[in-house]
T-cell receptor, first 114, second 115 residues
Framework: EPEVTQTPSHQVTQMGQEVILRCVPI?????FYWYRQILGQKVEFLVS????????KSEIFDDQFSVERPDGSNFTLKIRSTKLEDSAMYFC????????????FGSGTRLTVV | DQQVKQNSPSLSVQEGRISILNCDYT??????FLWYKKYPAEGPTFLIS?????DKNEDGRFTVFLNKSAKHLSLHIVPSQPGDSAVYFC??????????????FGKGTLLTVNP
């Protein structure tokens, strides 16, 4: 069964450092997303990406965040200057068209900012 | 702004019995609803979905019911098994229009199925 792959599974970084979270979506999907879940809270939408541009972003997704699809297979989330409150599980997802458009999540990257 | 609400943070049932997980929504633009199961340190796993043009969708032990007038949906698991123990998230999407299908999640319900 097709999977969304995320690397690394766990990233520890110092406050103020830049991090890049990587995702390989399902190959024939067209829509790409990042979500995050702070410990004990709900899964929150960050950004969606379609046709090589951001189609929607939440208020969480401020100027410190950016996304890129550099090579047609990877989909990355960059946080330029991490803050303590960025510590969370970050989930990548992708979807296509159809009944449930195959909305599939990766297993997540646990980001810990110290 | 809780557009999707799961008011029960936890539910405990006996193996073999029915589990009923509930979800309410406030945004009338939502027209597609999904249930995900999540284990700790893993991503949400799709379980079952329903379009707003239907009131019921069944897949094996899982059935989702949608009451549009009440803006309420529920997930029934029959019979419940210990392996069903996980956090269950309700999610909603407004599919018509736009170029993305972002999901709005509820806070989740922790289901524990006791042997």
């Amino acid at each position: 069964e097709p999977e969304v792959t995320q690397t690394p599974s766990h990233q520890v970084t110092q406050m103020g450092q830049e991090v890049i979270l990587r995702c390989v979506p399902i190959s024939n999907h067209l829509y790409f997303y990042w979500y995050r879940q702070i410990l004990g809270q709900k899964v929150e939408f960050l950004v969606s990406f379609y046709n090589n541009e951001i189609s929607e972003k939440s208020e969480i997704f401020d100027d410190q965040f950016s996304v890129e699809r550099p090579d047609g297979s990877n989909f990355t989330l960059k946080i330029r200057s991490t803050k303590l409150e960025d510590s969370a599980m970050y989930f990548c997802a992708s979807s296509g068209q159809g009944q449930n458009y195959g909305y599939t999540f990766g297993s997540g990257t646990r980001l810990t900012v110290v | 702004d809780q557009q999707v609400k799961q008011n029960s943070p936890s539910l405990s049932v006996q193996e073999g019995r029915i589990s009923i997980l509930n979800c309410d929504y406030t945004n009338s633009m939502f027209d597609y609803f999904l249930w995900y199961k999540k284990y700790p340190a893993e991503g949400p796993t799709f379980l079952i979905s329903i379009s707003s043009i239907k009131d019921k969708n069944e897949d094996g032990r899982f059935t989702v019911f949608l009451n549009k007038s009440a803006k309420h949906l529920s997930l029934h698991i029959v019979p419940s098994q210990p392996g069903d123990s996980a956090v269950y998230f309700c999610a909603a999407s407004a599919r018509s229009g736009g170029s993305n299908y972002k999901l709005t999640f509820g806070k989740g319900t922790l289901l524990t199925v006791n042997p």
